[in-house]
């Protein structure tokens, strides 16, 4: 076959089977379609599809499909970082800064201690730090990403559970919001190359300047000619990110966070990302799914995975319950609130991406972390919805 017959194959399978487990598997309520097709991404990766058919696998997902199939990967999750960087709201995290402060801090800073204590405890093994990794690197990543909460999942969560325009919806949208920009921030440092930092400084300083005429000139034009604007904007930021030795999607976080939401209409922007999300982001959860590797072997992944999961999970609900308590929130507040913010998946994904990308990670720590964040993303919702039917009141109830 041709290798665009071969690709137009790949793309079917990747549109088709997530859906069919989705629809047909009642998967609805633990999880939108989203984490289903990352779930499948993993299923049609070399370590099960291609283990059971590795024929069938090589055929279909060669070096020139698999070339394809990344060029689209990277503008579907350019394009979703910088709508997830538009939508931060930082002015009413500011508004009410104490009580935010201390509950996005207790809610990162947690988990990232109970992370980077897994990942001590992982480098006693072979296998799990990258070839290009410093120590400190590999503890402070798999520990960031132990921390991370997935913005645009915690929004379609709270919507399928209807909070999301509720108070307590848009204060955990608010905590969410400062710990999105605490992990860039961190990432930032990671992926520091002290080797091009002279790149680096001088690609921030050119994005400042860069950045202050770009928002000019969008605060002037009409906003059907923003749209193109943007997208322009989004590539040579993330040209120049990756070009600096950073990462084209840390680029791409830049270049939406400098926008303003209100320069573009709402209904527009939920549109955009919702046809991202159907159109071109399943490609990018297929090719997470092609980078797993089972090397070390099957069990010893999926008991790291384990073990990142308990740090992850406890280290969200144990720093919660702090700020709940220094804060004095009524009781069963903190543990709805801590479930939430546990939801992982897309930005996590994203971030382990990365870290896979630079070589700080092996894929088979890459494949527990991918785990980790399915587990996680899919407790949320059953732990969640039993107790906002028991508290509705706290639904209601005003900051």
């Not at 665009?4 to 793309?11: G, K, R, S, Y």
């Not at 399978?13 to 989705?22: A, R, S």
């Not at 989203?34 to 370590?47: D, F």
């Not at 919660?320 to 998946?345: D, M």
Request: aromatic share 12%.
């Amino acid at each position: 076959m041709s290798t665009p017959e071969t690709f137009l194959i790949a793309m079917t399978i990747i549109f088709t089977v997530p859906w069919l487990l989705w629809r047909f598997g009642n998967m609805d309520y633990y999880a939108p379609l989203v984490v289903v097709q990352i779930i499948a991404g993993i299923l049609l990766g070399p370590g099960i599809l291609g283990r059971a058919y590795p024929d069938y696998y090589t055929l279909v997902f060669n070096p020139a499909v698999i070339q394809s199939l990344n060029g689209i990967a990277w503008w579907a999750v350019m394009l979703f970082v910088m709508i997830a960087g538009i939508e931060l709201d930082l002015k009413k995290a500011w508004a009410h800064r104490r009580e935010s402060g201390i509950t996005a801090g207790l809610a990162l800073g947690t988990p990232l201690v109970f992370g980077c204590a897994a990942a001590a405890l992982l480098l006693g093994f072979e296998g799990w730090m990258g070839p290009k990794a410093m120590t400190w690197q590999f503890v402070l990543g798999v520990g960031m990403a132990c921390a991370v909460t997935a913005l645009p999942i915690l929004i379609l969560l709270m919507e399928k559970l209807e909070i999301l325009r509720q108070p307590i919806g848009q204060r955990i949208l608010r905590y969410a919001s400062i710990d999105d920009v605490a992990i860039w921030g961190v990432l930032a440092l990671i992926l520091m190359d002290w080797e091009r930092v002279g790149r680096q400084l001088a690609f921030l300083v050119a994005f400042a300047v860069a950045g202050y005429f770009f928002r000019r000139l969008m605060a002037r034009i009409a906003e059907r000619d923003r749209w193109y604007v943007a997208l322009i904007w989004l590539a040579a930021c993330a040209f120049g990110a990756d070009w600096s030795g950073l990462h084209f999607m840390v680029g791409a976080f830049l270049a939406g966070a400098i926008m303003e939401a209100e320069w573009f209409d709402q209904a527009k922007m939920d549109l955009l990302r919702h046809h991202v999300l159907l159109v071109i982001m399943p490609v990018f959860f297929l090719s997470t799914g092609l980078r797993t590797n089972w090397a070390v072997g099957g069990e010893a992944v999926f008991l790291a995975a384990a073990l990142l999961l308990v740090a992850s999970v406890a280290g969200k609900l144990i720093g919660i319950q702090i700020a709940g308590r220094i804060l004095r929130w009524a009781p069963g507040e903190a543990s709805i609130i801590g479930w939430l913010l546990q939801t992982k998946a897309l930005i996590m994904i994203i971030f382990v991406n990365i870290l896979l990308d630079k070589e700080i990670i092996s894929s088979e720590t890459f494949t527990a972390l991918l785990l980790m964040a399915v587990a996680s993303t899919m407790l949320t919702v059953p732990m969640v919805a039993p107790k906002l039917a028991r508290l509705q009141e706290l639904v209601r109830r005003a900051a």
